[in-house]
């Protein structure tokens, strides 16, 4: 008896992880597909999958690292994890497919028309954003560790 019990509580467990995991992807991939459809009109289903992954990637440096590395140097890893996958995802999409969701190669400093200095300054502020949103929805949502950050 005791042993199916402990197995309903760690399926439970595993559950509300891939429930909360779910959530995270879900509104990091909506809200990178939005913001696209605001800056330039359009987007792609693959930017849900990419912007979905860069926010639960920005949202485990507090929970892979302890919440006194400095807020600068998380921010620094999120926009260089993005920067990859957005040329991942640029290379299979557009390179490999074919599908022509974008092409900065018309922009000075691109790497294969997949990703380009000018975006990546973009990306700075929106690495910041995604940390602090992430921690704050676990926080708030999941009664996860209240967020504090070191900021030096």
């Not at 930017?47 to 860069?54: L, N, Q, R, S, W």
């Not at 999120?78 to 018309?106: H, K, M, P, Q």
């Amino acid at each position: 008896m005791a042993i199916r019990k402990r197995k309903q509580v760690i399926q439970t467990h595993n559950i509300k992880i891939l429930i909360k995991y779910l959530v995270l992807f879900l509104l990091g991939g909506y809200t990178y597909y939005g913001i696209e459809i605001l800056w330039r009109g359009y987007s792609h289903y693959s930017m849900i999958i990419c912007g979905g992954i860069c926010f639960i990637y920005a949202g485990l440096q507090n929970e892979q690292i302890e919440w006194d590395y400095p807020f600068w140097k998380q921010v620094l890893r999120v926009e260089a994890f993005i920067l990859s996958a957005e040329f991942i995802t640029g290379c299979i999409v557009n390179l490999w497919l074919g599908l022509d969701v974008w092409d900065y190669s018309g922009l000075p400093g691109n790497i294969l028309g997949q990703t380009c200095p000018q975006f990546a300054l973009l990306f700075l502020p929106l690495s910041a954003i995604a940390i602090i949103v992430d921690d704050f929805v676990r926080w708030k949502w999941f009664d996860e560790e209240k967020p504090r950050y070191k900021w030096r």
